[in-house]
Every structure is written in structure tokens, then in C-alpha cells.
């Protein structure tokens, strides 16, 4: 028997409809390092209807990517509420990327325009003519754009073509033919290989915003503030501007200034309720805090996902700052929520603190399982230890696969329904997740990934280097740092410095290792693998003469 019931699409337009006419006098806020730049989100709406106006004129007109290169500020809240609404698909762009993945995920995802920031110009300028499909670039102001000229695209000012752009735009719902037509993407950083497309529908996103007002997500609600310091272009800052706009929530955009100091200023003066942010950046601002302590007991819902977060920073914040930290585990493949770490209610305080810290738990919407290296399904006992497989409606299904360039599909990573997640670890039958391992050997730093592979085949690119193996070392500030072990070929004589000087163009400067050791060989496995568990265990004990610089 079907359902007697109306089929509504779930879809951006929707949540951009409904926070810029109900909620129109919410607001959006961005720091510029001394106040804040405000506007509403009937602005907003004006500014959005503009927005998509301006892309129509410049040739969007179906599902075109529209690229975004930006802070977290007031014109990236802009983008994710009109390129989605007006049927386009937004592509967040990693500022971060090495040059040669930014551009190849630009043209991976064939993107026609890049809204730029002005801060930024000078990160896009060295590729702008590699991006085979981009042709036009709007800059926002804070930067001059000619320097972008002559690159085979056109560059334009985005807030001359804004100004002369019209307020009104019909966000109507058929501009979506299916709600699970793709709004946004985001590419994973490539752990091996090059980085693969996650492209989220309306659906998933509208599922999503769900979980983040729900009082087992990020509890955000009308009245609140919240500051999303996690970049707008990881994993769609994990959902907070959307959830935002569903309820009405106010936003705090950071931009650029994400260091300790202005971070703290910020919190103090405008007071956010609900913030998001990978432990690296809650780490350095309880240091500052520390030392310089003002009043952040504003923040009532601080979740902090990305990397596992050390009971100890909870405890400080809790003790120090009156701040409750909230563990959160997800992936960009998750939209990214996979599980929160609030504790159920009835629990001893020992009990609480022990689901507190474990990665959290999966929300009705995520379904997981533990599999063994032979593909068995595993027990949800707490103790059994394996692979955790997700599935669920704001979960990938695949990659992103553009059918004119050569791609990796990562076909591994998707077996029967499920997403193979890469993440080992418990699952307690009241559905707790606690991390015990990763199954690649990727090292997380500062909350973004370096590749151990990568790193490994470019030193071993040098003539004096027989072999290479990388892992990641514990390091207070960023979490883990590359520690690079060299077997060098006989008779040949190099230093660690000069083996650092040669990857200096070939790898990206914050991902260059400073730790270095020279071992007689790598450990192997029984089929002739890098051994970098054993690897581990030698530095954990000691045994290797580390240089650090
Ligand atoms: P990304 O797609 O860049 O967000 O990275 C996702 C990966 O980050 C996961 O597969 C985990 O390995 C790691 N990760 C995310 N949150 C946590 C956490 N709370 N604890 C440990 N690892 C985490």
C-alpha cells in the first residue's frame, strides 16, 4: 500500500527559502580581526538572489559546477545559499591543496566559475591556467585581480557585478528536477593517488541540517550564535551553515583569522553558543587561554572532530574554562556527521566520562558494522576490535566519476551498500564508537592528511635513496608529524637536509617531514610491504637516532 502523503522534494532552496523570509532577521557575521562585518538573512536572500542572477549571466544554467575558493565569510555563506538553490552545484575548494591537486580536482569537476577570495589571489594566480574549464573568476574584495588576467579566464569584481545585478531571483522548487540531483562537492584529500569527489545531494543535506539542530547532533537552535572554524571547504564546515539557515541560528565566520589570539578575542566579544573545530585548533586556543585567560564559558556545544581528541583537552577546558568539549567522529564521505559523543542519560560519572571520550555515538540516520581483514561481520560487544562499515542517507554511495579524465573510483572503499571507512575500532551494543586504529598508515596533521605513500615515492625519487618508509609521529601542536626513515643506497652519501631541500618543490611546505632517521633497512612484511607498524614500535621504544629540525 503506498503512503496517502505529498512528496516534497528536500532540497538547499528549501532551507535558503525558509531562513531568509521566517528567519530574516538572523544574521551573518565575519571578524576582520578587530569587529564584524554583519549582514541579515533577508540580506542574504537579496545577496543570494543577486548571486545566482550574476551566474546566469555568466552561462550557468543547469548543473554546472560554480567553485569556491574562500574563508569561511559572509560570500561563502552567500555561494552555499544560491549556486545550490538555483540548481547548480557548488565545489568548495581545499585553499590548502597542493597546487597540482587543486588543480586537478577543478578539472576533475569541470568547474565553470571560481568565486575567489581577494586574500587569496595569489594561491590561485600560479594555476589559473592549468583549470582547462574555468572561465570566469570573481573576486572578492581585499585583493586586486589583474594579476589573475591573461590566464584564459574572464576576471571580474564581485561586488561590481553583484551591485549591478538584479534582487530577485524565483529559488522555485522546479529548478531541482530530484532531490538527490547533487548541491555541493567536496573532494577527499587523496591519501593515495589523487583526491576523489563526494558529491551531496539535496536530500542528504537536508537530512543532514536535521541531525545538526538535533539535540543529538550539534543542538543548534534559534537564538544560538554559532562559529564554524572549521573551513567551509572541508566537508562543507560540517554542516553548520546549513543547520544554521533550518533553524534560524545565527553565523560567526572566522575568515582568516584562525590562530589562538584572535580566535579568543572573538569568542569573548561575541559570545558564539555552538562552535566546530578539529583538536589542533582547540588545543592551541586552551594554551592561549591558559596564559591568557578570558571569559569563553559562552560556548555551550564546542564539538571537536577531525582527529582524536585527548581526554586531557576536555578535561582542561572543563576545568579551566568551564567549556564542555563534545567528541564527534565523521568523514567527508559523511556529509560529514558519522557519530557524537553525548552521553546517555542514568549513567555513573565514570560511565559518562568513558562515552565521552570515545568517538561517540552513530545517530539513528548512520548504521555501522565491525568487519574482519576476511570480510566477517564482527560483534558490537565493545570488545571485538574491527573495520567499521557505515551506510545511511547522507553517506556516499561512490565517487564522483567525470567519464573525460582517467579517475580513481576508490571502488575498494564501497562493498555491498556499505562505506568501507578505513577507520578500526569497538562498537558497544548502545552503539559507541571508540577508534583504536586507522587501517591506512595516512598521517593527520593539523586535521589534514599527508600521505605517507606520497611522501615515501618522492624521497625515493633522490639517486642516493635505496628506500623510504614514512610514518607519523605523536606531536603536541599538529597531532602527528612525518617521521621519514632512509635506507641510502651503498655508497652514497647525503644529508637529511639536503634530502629536505630536493622534496622542497615536489611536496607541499607544511607537509615537508622534519623528523628524519637513517635505518640499515626498512622492516618488511611476509609479502614484502613496508612493515610500518613494526616501524612504529621502534620509534615508540626509542630505538631510532631521530634528527629533528
Ligand atoms: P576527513 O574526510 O578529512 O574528514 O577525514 C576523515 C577521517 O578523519 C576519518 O576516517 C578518521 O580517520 C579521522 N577522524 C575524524 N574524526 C575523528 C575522531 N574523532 N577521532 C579519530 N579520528 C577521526
New binding site residues.
Partial sequence: MRSTMQDAPLTVGRIVRYATSVHSAGEVATFDGEGCRRISYGELGKRSARLANVLRSLGIRGDERVGSFLWNNTEHVEAYAAVPSMGAVLHTLNIRLFPEQLVYITNHAADQVVICDGSLIGLLAPVLDQMKTVRHVLVTPGGDGSALEGMGADIHDYEELMAGASEDFDFHPGLIDDERDAAAMCY??GTTGNPKGVAYSHRSIYLHSMQGMSAEGFNLSQGDKVLAVVPMF??MAWGLPYAAMMCGADQLMPDRFLQAEPMARLIATERPDVAGAVPTVWGALLAHLDANPVDVSCLRDVVV?????PPSMMKGFEERHSVRLI???????LS?IGSVGRAPVGLSPEETWARRIS?GRLPCAVEGRLVDDDGAIMPNDGEAVGELEVRGPWVAASYYHNPDMPDDLGEEKFRDGWLR???VGTLTPDGFLT?TD?AKDVI?SGGE?ISSVDLENTIMGHPAVAEAAVIGIPDPKWDERPLAAVVLRPEANVSFSELRDYLGDKVAKWQLPENWVFVAEVPKTSVGKFDKKVLRARHAAGELDVTTF
Fill in positions: 577527499t584529500s572541508h566537508a572532530g577531525g582527529s582524536a581528541c567528541h564527534a567522529w565523521g568523514m567527508t564521505e560529514p568517538q571507512t578505513g577507520d577508534l586507522r593527520k592528511w
